[in-house]
């Protein structure tokens, strides 16, 4: 079992920065693959940006790439994002997500394979 708690979120005007933290504990981190999607009132959850267990490997979401980055530090057990240059369409709650599975490029940008998630935090950018 993996435990996954975000920090990080608040208010931030648009065009700032901000890094969401998600800290896990549990059973070993460094194995997991790890992500994080976002949910804005009213609508479904997104994908934003995903991380091999290693940290080599991303992928991003077309709205956020260029402007965020996912890395992960394994021996502190957490993932980071980082929020560049955000945008009022970027407030939403977001969530780290982790599997124990690499999941496949078809539905690695969809929810179904992250067995894991946190609370969500929540980010507010305004214009």
């Known amino acids: 079992q993996v435990q996954l708690e975000e920090s990080g979120g608040g208010l931030v005007q648009a065009g700032g920065s901000l890094r969401l933290s998600c800290a896990a504990s549990?059973?070993?981190?460094?194995?997991?693959?790890m992500a994080w999607f976002r949910q804005a009132p009213g609508k479904e959850r997104e994908f934003v940006a995903h991380?091999?267990?290693?940290?080599?490997?991303?992928y991003y979401a077309d709205s956020v790439k260029g402007r965020f980055t996912i890395s992960r530090d394994n021996a502190k057990n957490t993932s980071y994002l980082q929020m560049n240059r955000v945008k009022p369409e970027d407030t939403a709650v977001y969530y780290c997500?982790?599997?124990?599975?690499?999941?496949?490029?078809?539905?690695?940008?969809?929810?179904?394979?992250?067995?894991?998630w946190g609370q969500g935090t929540q980010v507010t950018v305004s214009s």
């Open positions: 549990g059973r070993t981190f460094s194995n997991y693959p």
């Open positions: 991380i091999g267990w290693s940290g080599t490997i991303t």
């Open positions: 997500a982790a599997t124990a599975i690499t999941p496949f490029m078809a539905t690695m940008r969809t929810p179904d394979p992250y067995d894991y």
